[in-house]
């Protein structure tokens, strides 16, 4: 397992929408498992694959609860409900938090590291999390959806995603 390099905005493959993955084998659980330790060294709750230079669908997610980490391969939305509006950040918006508002409810379909598909469906910070995550892999960036910038201190207690 390694540390990957964060990239950081304003890298143009942050605004790229990132390529399928065909190849499910030891380099993308590799893939994976840097992912999960760059996330974690970084205090993130999620990390995409394009923060850290690769042009691909992949997306880790641990907001440290009882889901554990969640790695999707391709996810696609098949549903959303509701609306939330919360802080976000990014690491690849270093010391940049914003209010967004996003759907309550998701329901994502994607493929696990083996390639076996399933599908998840999450509620508030955890449905958060996956679309910020989702939102990278089609070149969205957080900073598109802010309402309002946030100082550090208004934050007490939220994760970087």
């Known amino acids: ?4 390099k964060i990239v950081y905005y304003p890298a ?18 590799r893939i994976l ?13 999620g990390l995409a694959a394009p923060q850290i230079g690769l042009d691909a669908r992949i997306a880790v997610v641990d907001i440290d609860d009882d889901s554990g980490t969640i790695e999707m391969i391709n996810p696609r939305i ?4 509701g609306e939330q509006t919360g802080p976000e950040g ?7 938090y914003g209010e967004v508002t996003r759907p309550e409810y998701v329901k994502i379909e994607a493929f696990d590291r083996k390639g076996r598909k399933y599908q ?20 969205i960036l957080f900073t ?6 946030l100082e550090e201190e208004e934050l007490e207690g939220e994760e970087s995603e």
């Open 90 to 96: 990014c690491l690849s918006f270093p010391g940049l």
């Open 120 to 139: 998840l469906e999450a509620e508030g910070f955890l449905a958060r999390a996956i679309q910020h995550e989702i939102d990278h892999l089609d070149g």
């Open 144 to 149: 598109s959806k802010v309402t309002r910038y």
């Open 33 to 45: 498992d840097d992912m999960y330790d760059t996330m974690i060294e970084f205090d993130g709750v």
């Open 78 to 81: 098949l549903k959303q409900e």
């Open 1 to 4: 397992m390694a540390i990957r």
């Open 12 to 29: 143009e493959i942050l605004e790229r929408k990132c390529q399928e993955v065909v190849k499910f084998d030891k380099k993308l659980a």
